[in-house]
């Protein structure tokens, strides 16, 4: 048990820490979560009232931009995390695989996931530059007609989900790879001698042995990916026309576009719900496969 | 089969390092080589004015301040990280309730906090500083340093300080003369995560910046927005914001699946 003495130090050791923390995100969400309901818009000439929930009833049955937004930003997390979940098992199991080089390989393959989002942007820019990027200078060596790639509103989006795949595989190869070294050996072999094989090992043995350390990078990379923005600033501008708006990148056109903090406060705190509730569940099922 | 599995590694390889070897060239081009179809992939003559050419429109001021504002929210999280990693590790102060919500806080998507700290900091002269910028990285890099300082210092064994604390040392001298010199590597680890997480953030930075702070990722994007794309000088400035995170991946490797989960796979 802790002494009286010893419980005052501990919470004396985490004041400064957790007022910082309660300054720079408590308050002000308070703050946006009032403002959420208010009429708030810079260089409206309307007073400032209450409006309840309206900001909240409009976004969700009227704007046809919201929604649009949250559909392409939920594809946009569904088809991320599956490809980089994919190959990063393919790349990871490959690396398991291997008895020499594994350490440099791998710190090749990582660089990508350590700089910054601009950068890759920026490598994307010049990517997949429809005239003068080396992308369709392949594809036209293949006899290919390379598409517009982000001048295009068929294939915007699909650009950012590429340079998204490419930016990020590598870190969940590292993680499945730290998820497979990590498997007890006794009950691989174990499941060997039981006449265990390819799809069975892996369906029965391998999935279910490295789903928790794996789930814990899926959930990281599904938050990440609901949040995209950084990609979207620096690629496409959620353009053309508005075929690659992300949610946060609505939001921050709503609110230092247009200056209408209110609307865009309700839209961040609809993204703070989706985000707590899928994050939740998600852990509540990782659990469940854990247990089972 | 080992053909096949070094093929298809190597193949990876290519693959995430093809755009690396094509921004290292772009920035060795010189003017001419940028529009011509096919492309060039291979500059015919290194051309390195592009590098002094982009320090000189704003990348050095970019690099000074990304340097200043990453190195300060990097020690402020050190400073208030590890006590506060100290007393939930061992006091289990806020038991479970307060380390979630500082583990939940990383799930924020940031725009939900940018917006109002926007108002409050225009309102209290933050906007445009270093000030602001060092206490909105606290958002991330804080509980990103309380949960890292927190596992390494559960790894630690507890008998020297159960030892220490007989011998009659009070709490906080165990906490400075013995819990930090053991924790050390967690607080390399911690150190150089919180600086490389600040130098990469663009989205605080874009809005938080202006006229007189312009972190090194703003001044790329304004490179990259402007009417005329300066192709040679935007990959200069991009190679140079690549070496910090090159030298964290070399030096970290050990360390990198524990900094890039927070700590939750070791």
Redesign the interface.
């Known amino acids: 048990m802790?002494g009286k003495?010893?419980?005052n130090?501990?919470?004396l050791?985490?004041l400064?820490?957790?007022g910082?923390?309660f300054l720079?995100?408590i308050a002000?969400?308070l703050?946006?979560l009032g403002?959420s309901f208010t009429n708030l818009q810079f260089g409206s000439p309307q007073p400032l009232r209450w409006n309840g929930l309206d900001n909240y009833l409009n976004l969700l049955t009227k704007d046809a931009r919201f929604l649009n937004a949250l559909w392409r930003t939920l594809l946009l997390v569904g088809a991320g995390v599956v490809a980089q979940t994919v190959l990063g098992y393919?790349?990871a199991s490959?690396?398991f695989?291997?008895s020499r080089g594994r350490?440099i390989?791998?710190?090749?393959?990582?660089?990508?996931?350590?700089?910054?989002?601009?950068?890759?942007g920026?490598?994307?820019?010049?990517?997949f530059n429809a005239?003068?990027?080396?992308l369709n200078?392949i594809l036209?060596?293949c006899g290919i007609k390379g598409p517009a790639w982000l001048a295009s509103q068929q294939t915007a989006l699909t650009s950012i989900f590429l340079t998204d795949t490419?930016q990020w595989?590598?870190?969940l190869a590292?993680?499945i790879l730290?998820?497979l070294q990590s498997q007890p050996q006794d009950i691989v072999e174990a499941a060997r001698l039981d006449g265990a094989h390819g799809w069975s090992m892996f369906r029965f043995v391998t999935v279910p042995l490295i789903l928790p350390?794996t789930g814990?990078?899926i959930l990281?990379r599904g938050?990440d990916l609901?949040?995209t923005?950084?990609l979207v600033?620096?690629l496409t501008?959620g353009g053309p026309g508005n075929s690659s708006e992300t949610?946060?990148f609505f939001?921050?056109v709503q609110?230092?576009k247009f200056f209408n903090?209110s609307y865009?406060?309700a839209m961040?705190?609809i993204?703070?719900i989706l985000?707590?509730i899928a994050?939740k569940t998600f852990l509540a099922f990782i659990r469940r496969q854990r247990s089972v | 089969m080992d053909v096949l599995k070094w093929g298809s590694l190597m193949a990876f390889v290519v693959l995430f390092l093809f755009p690396f070897f094509w921004i290292v060239a772009s920035s060795l081009k010189s003017r001419g080589e940028f529009f011509t179809r096919p492309p060039v992939w291979f500059p015919a003559h290194l051309d390195w004015s592009n590098y002094p050419d982009s320090l000189g429109r704003g990348a050095l001021k970019g690099l000074t301040d990304s340097f200043v504002i990453a190195f300060l929210s990097m020690v402020i999280s050190l400073l208030l990280g590890a006590p506060a990693a100290y007393a939930i590790a061992r006091f289990q102060v806020g038991r479970e309730n307060l380390a979630f919500w500082i583990l939940s806080i990383r799930m924020f998507p940031p725009i939900a906090t940018i917006l109002p700290l926007f108002v409050i900091f225009r309102f209290v002269g933050l906007v445009d500083s270093y000030t602001g910028l060092v206490l909105s990285y606290t958002v991330f890099n804080l509980p990103f340093a309380i949960w890292i300082l927190k596992g390494f210092i559960e790894d630690l064994p507890r008998e020297i300080e159960e030892a220490a604390k007989v011998d009659g040392a009070r709490p906080f001298q165990i906490f400075r003369m013995i819990v930090i010199p053991l924790a050390a590597p967690g607080l390399v680890v911690a150190a150089l995560f919180t600086f490389i997480f600040a130098w990469n953030d663009f989205a605080y930075a874009v809005i938080f910046s202006g006229s007189k702070v312009t972190p090194l990722p703003v001044v790329i994007a304004q490179f990259a927005g402007g009417h005329e794309i300066l192709w040679g000088q935007i990959s200069a400035a991009a190679i140079i914001a690549i070496l910090p995170a090159l030298v964290l991946a070399t030096f970290l490797q050990k360390y990198l699946t524990r900094g890039l989960t927070m700590g939750a796979v070791k």
Request: hydrophobic letters at 60%; charged letters at 10%.
């Open positions: 802790l003495q010893e419980k130090f501990a919470r050791m985490v400064p820490a957790v910082l923390l720079v995100t002000p969400l703050f946006s403002v393919v790349i490959l690396l695989r291997i350490t390989l791998l710190s090749a393959i990582l660089i990508p996931s350590v700089i910054s989002q601009v950068v890759a920026w490598q994307g820019r010049m990517i005239s003068y990027g080396p200078d036209a060596r490419w595989t590598p870190f590292l993680i730290a998820a350390v814990i990078g990281l938050v609901f949040k923005f950084d600033f620096i501008q949610l946060t939001t921050y609110g230092f903090p865009a406060s961040s705190f993204q703070l985000v707590t994050a």
